[in-house]
């Protein structure tokens, strides 16, 4: 019998990798999808089939984190083996501006499931996507032993969730972990976080669409690692005898102004000529510095990060110039085949209409 997944969040970046993954090793995966006007289910639709077609392993629900009823239906429709809760208001930035919706949808969101969970009976297994936005001013390296201290709603939310899998895992006995990643990207991460804007403006500036890239914060240092890789770890925590929380990162850390340096370089362009500072971009409260300490889950998991910080950059800069039908520098590909990343579930980049400078 194939083992069946349950995946919030299922259209978002992290979800279509692991959407694309599982069904690569024989999974059912159902996904939770919102209700939108328009299509948000672009980063899926190559791993899509008619679900009256035999053979169709992928199945999306309508429902949405706020609404633990319908939750707690689906539980008990889909009867999972396994949940990864992805779903979230994901952007750190804008929870400043929605701390109550944030709050609710990346907080409450996951009690919801786990009650969901615990209420339906249901022997099922549960990732949290936990993050390293939890440990905000904390100093480096951050391990799963550091203290969390929060510097946005965001990070206050996850921190809750956190502590949410914690409490289930230790009173209901449920097989529980909290997988706390740091930054990933890849040429699906969503166009308003920094590498990919900046990816993304690049190609518009080639093209001409686009005459200035504006930023905030240039100084802030982050750990970047590559999403595809890093949904394989969340799906190993789920494999393991026992639940356990694990710190997942390259343990290699850049700045802002390091990614656009490394990012402009690649294709010849003078960076300075380009880029601008606007306040709107700054945090109220930024958080500084993230490096991790990833050695329980090389330890544990056997996993280990091979696309570096450079390549990174390159995969996402040759991705957005072929999104806009330019000839990409050529690094990309040549990268995601050395490394193994090249499949079919792993590669597909959707093409996307530009919507205006986000
Ligand atoms: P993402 O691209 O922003 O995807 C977020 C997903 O959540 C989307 O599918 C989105 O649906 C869905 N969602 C948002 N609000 C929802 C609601 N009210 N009800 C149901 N679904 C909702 O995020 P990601 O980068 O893939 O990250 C996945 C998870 O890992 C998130 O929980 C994030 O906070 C966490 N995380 C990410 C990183 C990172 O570096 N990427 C690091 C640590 C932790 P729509 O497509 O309809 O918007
Ligand atoms: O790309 P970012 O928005 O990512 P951030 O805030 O680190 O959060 C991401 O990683 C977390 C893991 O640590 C996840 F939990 C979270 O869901 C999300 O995926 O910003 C990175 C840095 C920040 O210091 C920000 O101040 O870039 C700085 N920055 C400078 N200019 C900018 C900009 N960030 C954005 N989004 N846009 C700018 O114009």
């Known amino acids: 019998m194939a083992k069946r997944a349950l995946v919030t969040g299922i259209t978002g970046q992290d979800g279509s990798y692991l959407a694309g993954f599982l069904l690569g090793k024989g999974y059912e995966v159902h996904g939770l999808i919102r209700k939108a006007s328009t299509f948000n289910t ?3 639709e190559h791993l899509f089939a008619d679900p009256h077609e ?36 994901s952007h750190v930035r804008v929870s400043f501006d929605m701390p109550e919706y944030t709050a609710d949808v990346t907080g409450l969101g996951t009690a919801r499931i786990l009650e969901a969970i615990r209420r339906s009976g249901i ?12 440990f905000g001013n904390t100093p480096p390296p951050q391990n799963e032993d550091s203290p969390f201290r929060p510097r946005s709603p965001y990070a206050a939310a996850k921190v809750y969730a956190y502590w949410m899998t914690s409490n289930y895992r230790e009173a209901y006995d449920l097989f529980a972990c909290n997988g706390i990643l740091f930054n990933h990207e890849s040429p ?46 969340m799906w190993l925590m789920l494999q393991q005898d026992e639940p356990r929380d694990y710190v997942i ?20 362009l003078d960076w300075d000529q ?11 409260t930024e958080v500084d510095l993230l490096v991790a300490d990833a050695t329980r889950a090389r330890r544990e998991l056997g996993w280990d990060p091979r696309v570096t910080f450079k390549q990174l950059v390159r995969i996402m800069v040759d991705a957005d110039m072929e999104a806009l039908g330019l000839t990409p520098v050529g690094e990309g590909k040549a990268i995601l085949r050395k490394n193994g990343l090249d499949d079919p579930f792993q590669l597909s980049i959707a093409l996307e209409p530009l919507r205006g400078e986000p």
């Not at 990919?196 to 100084?219: S, Y």
């Not at 380009?274 to 109220?284: G, N, Q």
Request: proline share 4%.
């Open 274 to 284: 380009y880029l601008r500072t606007d306040p709107r971009y700054f945090r109220p």
């Open 123 to 134: 022997k099922a297994k549960f990732y949290q996507a936990a993050s390293s936005e939890m």
């Open 42 to 44: 672009y980063r899926i």
């Open 54 to 89: 035999p053979g169709a392993r992928m199945f999306l629900h309508y429902g949405d984190l706020s609404d633990g009823s319908q939750l707690s239906h689906l539980l008990y429709e889909v009867e999972p083996d396994e949940v990864y809760h992805l779903g979230a208001q």
């Open 188 to 233: 699906r991460r969503g166009e308003t976080f920094v590498t990919r804007k900046v990816t993304r403006a690049i190609a518009h500036i080639i093209a001409g669409n686009q005459r200035l890239l504006f930023l905030g914060n240039l100084e802030a240092k982050r750990d970047w690692g590559f999403a595809p890789e890093y949904v394989e770890a």
């Open 249 to 268: 990162g390259t343990g290699e850390c850049h700045s802002v102004r390091e990614f656009v340096e490394e990012a402009f370089n690649y294709v010849g």
